[in-house]
């Protein structure tokens, strides 16, 4: 069964920064391109951050622009969100979720379980 | 920036057609993706590219794309359909999702 599993959320005061990971398993990986997905608590989903699969095409969401960074290490199945100087407004679950079909305008499939990230003012 | 117009919450009669809908300004020209939530879970993908159901999504979720608004139609819908549906689109290499619908299931 294809799976992502993130890690690396908790409790970060504001201005501090974590690092996400998003681990692949049963599908290969350096295939696939990949997103960031975050959902602030009882709000609806927000775009984040896409990533292609060999890394050369980057997009970011102008809210998160300059303060995250996607990366991601095919040989580790791997994807990765820097976040960097943290505020409030980026509490949020937030989840990897593998791009679907072979362009940027493809679909979210499937997503991971999430990992909450609580920013403290 | 593109934005997406969902309607906040619809109901429907256990059995009945649910139609969820999202406005966009030319829509049409967009793949659409549609994906469910329930609570305390991550989504699902139960649309893509406008009218594509992926394995293991019951028949009686369509979808169609027209002009400014796409919609979800789920058809007899069941309890388990009871969730929050979100669209999604591209624009400028930017993701964007509908504010979600709420779906009772009566």
């Known amino acids: 069964e294809v799976q992502l599993v993130e890690s690396g959320g908790g409790l970060v005061p504001a201005g501090g920064s974590l690092r996400l990971s998003c681990e692949a398993s049963?599908?290969?990986?350096?295939?696939?391109?990949m997103n960031w997905v975050r959902q602030a608590p009882g709000k609806g989903l927000e775009w984040v951050s896409y990533i292609s699969s060999s890394s050369g095409t980057i997009y970011y969401a102008d809210s998160v622009k300059g303060r995250f960074t996607i990366s991601r290490d095919n040989a580790k199945k791997s994807l990765y969100l820097q976040i960097n100087s943290l505020r409030a407004e980026d509490t949020a679950v937030y989840y990897c979720?593998?791009?679907?079909?072979?362009?940027?305008?493809?679909?979210?499939?499937?997503w991971g379980q999430g990992t909450l990230v609580t920013v403290s003012s | 920036s593109y934005e997406l117009t969902q309607p906040l919450s619809v109901s429907v009669a256990l059995g009945q057609t649910a139609r969820i809908t999202c406005g966009g300004n030319?829509?049409?020209?967009?793949?659409v993706h549609w994906l469910q939530q329930k609570p305390g879970q991550a989504p699902v993908l139960v649309i893509y590219r406008d009218t594509n159901r992926p394995s293991g999504i019951p028949e009686r979720f369509s979808g169609s794309n027209s002009g400014n608004t796409a919609t979800l139609t789920i058809s007899r819908a069941q309890v388990e359909d009871e969730g929050d549906y979100y669209c999604?689109?591209?624009?400028?290499?930017?993701?964007?999702f509908g504010g979600g619908t709420k779906l009772t299931v009566l």
């Open positions: 030319n829509i049409a020209s967009k793949d």
């Open positions: 049963e599908f290969t990986f350096s295939d696939y391109t």
């Open positions: 979720a593998r791009g679907g079909g072979s362009t940027v305008t493809g679909w979210f499939d499937p």
């Open positions: 999604q689109v591209w624009d400028s290499n930017t993701g964007v």
